[in-house]
T-cell receptor
């Protein structure tokens, strides 16, 4: 299995631009999680889906952030408009129902100038 | 409200010696605990876990101990190797009141382990 695949690995953009991060979970996994890692806040959960349905988005920082999961093999995290304080590493993870272990992608390093 | 805390930002150990990484939690609803290892420019990878019905789980050089009364867990690595140098995250999970967030992991801030040859 290829594992969780995230793209792009690096994204550099200017303040005010729209940014879209992508994630392909492990085939057969029915939970998908989006995390953000910063020096100040560590690894924090933004949102997670079960069977493509958002279950808990309480970690989404503000309305500029949105996430979708149109099907079982694809999810996006969008920031519009982006701000310098959004600079962080964004991770996607997936797991199968009934298991507690989440498997992480390699992350997307976002820099907003 | 930091429910999972790793109070040591870093730890330095000599190759061959024991590494002990510590983690404290405050939420008594947590009933499953995990350790992840993270290398630079990679995502966290699962290392070892323990259920609250146990107080010890061992996998090769890695052992996790859980003290429920103290709300404390630790990861022991014996013997430590230079390849173990990484950031180690403690994570916890458990059912919430409505049961809808079971499986959501809460992470500690991480401990940077450096194993010197």
């Amino acid at each position: 299995d290829a594992g969780v695949i995230q793209s792009p690995r690096h994204e550099v953009t200017e303040m005010g631009q729209e940014v879209t991060l992508r994630c392909k979970p492990i085939s057969g996994h029915d939970y998908l999680f989006w995390y953000r890692q910063t020096m100040m806040r560590g690894l924090e959960l933004l949102i997670y889906f079960n069977n493509n349905v958002p279950i808990d988005d309480s970690g989404m920082p503000e309305d500029r952030f949105s996430a979708k999961m149109p099907n079982a093999s694809f999810s996006t995290l969008k920031i519009q408009p982006s701000e310098p304080r959004d600079s962080a590493v964004y991770f996607c993870a997936s797991r199968s129902g009934g298991a507690n272990i989440q498997y992480f992608g390699a992350g997307t390093r976002l820099s907003v100038l | 409200d930091q429910q999972v805390k790793q109070n040591s930002p870093s730890l330095s150990v000599q190759e061959g010696r024991i590494s002990i990484l510590n983690c404290d939690y405050t939420n008594s609803m947590f009933d499953y605990f995990l350790w992840y290892k993270k290398y630079p420019a990679e995502g966290p990878t699962f290392l070892i876990s323990i259920s609250s019905i146990k107080d010890k789980n061992e996998d090769g050089r890695f052992t996790v101990f859980l003290n429920k009364s103290a709300k404390h867990l630790s990861l022991h690595i014996v013997p430590s190797q230079p390849g173990d140098s990484a950031v180690y995250f403690c994570a916890a999970t458990g059912p919430n009141a409505g049961g809808t967030s079971y499986g959501k992991l809460t992470f500690g801030q991480g401990t940077i382990l450096t194993v010197h040859p």
